[in-house]
């Protein structure tokens, strides 16, 4: 089975930074995408940000220029470095792992695109 866990969510002020992590564990998988979503109170889950296993990222156009998505392959851990926060960033933030297999530029920006997902994490931006 495998695992994500993310963490790193809190409470912050406008205009500050936090680093979510999405560790993976459990047996070994390839994916072929590793995503974050976020949903606010009352709202569908969203795409928030995507890192193709080729190196390929898209952004959410309202986080562009603001988060960052890198991982680190040695500890099996996508990051999702987020700076300028905003009030409306506010949201449970998952990270979501796939083993489909797609090329299009549409492809991972829906969660019917992903297999395995973390419990989501907390985020919290004060005005």
């Known amino acids: 089975q495998v695992q994500l866990v993310e963490s790193g969510g809190g409470l912050v002020q406008a205009g500050g930074s936090l680093r979510l992590s999405c560790a993976a564990s459990?047996?070994?998988?390839?994916?072929?995408?590793m995503g974050w979503f976020r949903q606010a109170p009352g709202k569908e889950r969203e795409f928030v940000t995507v890192l193709r296993s080729g190196g390929i990222i898209y952004y959410e156009d309202s986080v562009k220029g603001r988060i960052t998505i890198s991982r680190d392959n040695a500890k099996n851990t996508v990051y999702l470095q987020m700076n300028s926060l905003k009030p409306e960033d506010t949201a449970v933030y998952y990270c979501?792992?796939?083993?489909?297999?797609?090329?299009?530029?549409?492809?991972?920006?829906?969660?019917?695109?992903?297999?395995?997902w973390g419990q989501g994490t907390q985020v919290t931006v004060s005005s």
């Open positions: 459990g047996r070994t998988f390839r994916w072929y995408a």
């Open positions: 979501a792992a796939s083993v489909k297999y797609c090329s299009g530029y549409g492809c991972y920006r829906n969660s019917d695109d992903y297999n395995y």
